[in-house]
């Protein structure tokens, strides 16, 4: 099993960038595949991103496509969210997750309930 710490959330304006980090220890890190989701008030969790136990693939919702980007250090065991251009709807409590395999397919990499391990999460807030 892995155990899962998020950082780096914050306030921010619109339009700015935050970059929220992940830090992994327990299991070979390199044996899981990642993703980030959020949860807003009121709402149900969103998954977000996904990436592979490799780092060689990566999955994005429509909704951050082309504004967020995920990425991991396997020799770090460290996974990244890079949010740029944010929005007062990207406002949540952030989290990042594991599963052990390598990869996943379509939309199941936005599913919760492909994920085992969580972290505690991060809030976010975006003012405007």
């Not at 970059?19 to 959020?38: H, I, V």
């Not at 009121?42 to 951050?64: C, D, F, L, P």
């Not at 379509?106 to 309930?113: D, E, H, I």
């Amino acid at each position: 099993q892995v155990q899962l710490v998020e950082s780096g959330g914050g306030s921010v304006q619109a339009g700015g960038s935050l970059r929220l980090s992940c830090g992994a220890s327990g299991d070979t890190y390199n044996s899981y595949y990642m993703g980030w989701f959020r949860q807003a008030p009121g709402k149900e969790r969103e998954g977000i991103a996904g990436i592979t136990s490799a780092g060689g693939g990566t999955y994005y919702s429509e909704s951050v496509k082309g504004r967020f980007a995920i990425s991991r250090d396997n020799a770090a065991n460290m996974l990244y969210l890079q949010m740029n251009n944010l929005d007062v709807e990207d406002t949540a409590v952030y989290y990042c997750a594991a599963e052990y395999g390598t990869t996943l397919y379509g939309s199941k990499w936005l599913s919760p309930a492909s994920y085992k391990y969580w972290g505690q999460g991060t809030q976010v807030t975006v003012s405007s």
